[in-house]
């Protein structure tokens, strides 16, 4: 089995910062493409930023500048770096991996979702 595992999400004031951890583990062979997804309230989920196992990153629009993505290969986890926030970034956050299992199987897995609340 897989498990996405995500940490750091709360709530901060406009103009604040936080940052998230998604830790994959379980039988994992490799992780590929990781990537940081968000739903808020009665809207559709959308891509946020994604990484490629390389290091190639993409953003959406509304968090160019702002948000930042990386991932420590040896650990097999993403961060999401936010700054500047605002209360349009208010949402579930969850992480996203294409990974391939230790059984040559590929899957893409998801994370839990932690609450991301920017609000004075």
């Known amino acids: 089995q897989v498990q996405l595992v995500e940490s750091g999400g709360g709530l901060v004031q406009p103009g604040g910062s936080l940052r998230l951890a998604c830790a994959a583990s379980g039988n994992i062979f490799s992780v590929n493409d990781m990537a940081w997804y968000r739903q808020a309230p009665g809207k559709q989920r959308e891509l946020v930023a994604s990484?490629?196992?390389?290091?190639?990153?993409n953003y959406a629009d509304s968090v160019k500048g702002r948000f930042t993505i990386s991932r420590d290969n040896a650990k097999n986890t993403e961060y999401l770096q936010m700054n500047s926030l605002k209360p349009e970034d208010t949402a579930v956050y969850y992480c996203n991996a294409y990974l391939m299992t230790t059984r040559r199987i590929n899957i893409r897995a998801w994370g839990q979702g932690t609450q991301v609340t920017v609000s004075s």
């Open positions: 990484i490629t196992s390389g290091g190639s990153t």
